[in-house]
């Protein structure tokens, strides 16, 4: 499990940041019944995956697991198919 890297990339912790900002912002401006402040509070909570996917398409993600390619039996047989 700890070689899994899950959500340990710039790109994630950006995202969940700005998401954190975002209820904080949304939650205070609710409790204060300000309709603005609360509605700038989800938008940041619809910039935040943005942000985030956005960074991980530039490369501050987690990087994609190459494709494994088996290779063909000797026999002449794709691999995994019996005769």
Known sequence: MADSSHGHTPAAWTGVIIAFIGF????T????????????????????????GVMSMAGLGKPKRAELVLPAKASGHAAGSEA
């Open 29 to 52: 401006f609710m409790v204060m019944v300000k309709p603005v402040g609360f509605w700038v509070g989800m938008a940041l909570l619809v910039i935040a995956p943005i942000v985030g």
């Open 24 to 27: 904080i912002v949304a939650g």
